[in-house]
């Protein structure tokens, strides 16, 4: 599960020559975890959101910054990068996808072999510029 925030929209509050921006509710969209496509990955399966989400939630501004600084205590910025096992194991626990674990497999093997093409266009192009870099003079 992914959360989304949305803002609604800028509300500006004008005194004397100083202006304001301030927000009263915030909405909160969870969106499912799905397989995903980037081959940026740098090891096991890619992961991304899915486009509609399941459940909307809307908080005062107060009570949402409350819950967000003790999640952030709690869990902190280590849990941001997930490991190649926990986006696999992410995966096969999602109810709404029911991936299985050879269609993670085939994804994890696609992204590889997207890798190794990018890799040898790049590896072609830099030998190129190279050359023509000797040619030229």
Known sequence: ???LLSLPPL???ENA???KVSF???EVHYHDVILGDNPGCTE???IQIGWKPFAT???QIDQFEQWR???RRRYGKSRLPLSSIQRYLLLKKTDSCNYNSQEIYDRVDEMEAIKKQRK???SGYILRMRLSNIVSW
């Open 57 to 59: 939630n809307k908080f």
């Open 44 to 46: 096991g399966p890619p």
């Open 11 to 13: 509300v500006p509050k």
């Open 69 to 71: 600084e003790n999640h």
């Open 1 to 3: 599960m992914t959360i």
């Open 120 to 122: 040898r266009s790049t």
């Open 24 to 26: 009263d509710t915030v």
């Open 17 to 19: 020559n100083k202006k």
